[in-house]
């Protein structure tokens, strides 16, 4: 069964302090991994999409990294802000159908305090 | 900025009325898509569209149905709502080459 792990279900930490999300999949064929980040009451919001081939993509503050042999991807988050407060969500897309289906973790919520 | 919108983006409503959830998108994409998304869990589809005509159910049965008369409108609508169907609807669409997926901000629906 195709899943996708998101891991800490959550996070609280100061401003300005480093974070790691982690995400573990298990879809097969793989397509792409994408980051999204959803404010509360939102629609996602895209931070990178990597393909099997690439190892790390920087957004900003934003860097994920994909280990497509270990089927795991981070997304490191630098001198993090109030406004990194959201739900992280991990999004793994097949190549099995014409669908491009997609499989969604259930997210990360990070709150950065004050 | 994506160019697709959500209306209404809250709403209550009463047990057994008709509710429809408007999506439009003036990117031209062929590709949309309805999710269900509950407080603090994944996003389940539960309608996709290839282009005008060409509708399907998803993974999550859903007692919604949708159409798809024109590219640019993908309406969601429940002819009798419940109390189950109190979540967030995201609508999505798919870039050409399917690279970029643009949400809507979310249609938060509450039946009481």
């Known amino acids: 069964k195709n899943q996708v792990e998101q891991s800490p279900q959550s996070l609280i930490i100061l401003e300005g302090k480093n974070c790691t999300l982690q995400c573990n999949y298990t879809v097969s064929p793989f397509s792409n991994l994408r980051w999204y980040k959803q404010d509360t009451g939102r629609g996602p919001v895209s931070l990178t999409i990597m393909t099997f081939s690439e190892n790390t993509k920087s957004n900003g503050r934003y860097t994920a990294t994909l280990d497509a042999d270990t089927k795991q991807s981070s997304l490191h988050i630098t001198a993090s802000q109030l406004s990194d407060s959201a739900s992280y969500i991990c999004?793994?897309?097949?190549?099995?159908?014409?669908?491009?289906?997609?499989?969604f973790g259930r997210g990360t919520q990070l709150t950065v305090w004050p | 900025e994506a160019d697709i919108y959500q209306t209404p983006r809250y709403l209550v409503i009463g047990t057994g009325k008709k509710i429809t959830l408007e999506c439009s998108q003036t990117m031209g994409h062929d590709k949309m898509y309805w999710y269900q998304q509950d407080p603090g869990m994944e996003l389940h589809l539960i309608h996709y569209s290839y282009g005008v005509n060409s509708t399907e159910k998803g993974d999550l049965s859903s007692e919604s149905t949708v159409s798809r008369i024109r590219t640019e409108h993908f309406p969601l609508t429940l002819e009798s709502a419940r109390p189950s169907h109190t979540s967030q609807y995201l609508c999505a669409s798919f870039s050409p080459s399917g690279n970029t997926i643009y949400f809507g901000e979310g249609s938060w629906l509450t039946v009481v």
């Open positions: 999004v793994v897309s097949d190549r099995g159908s014409t669908l491009g289906r997609l499989y």
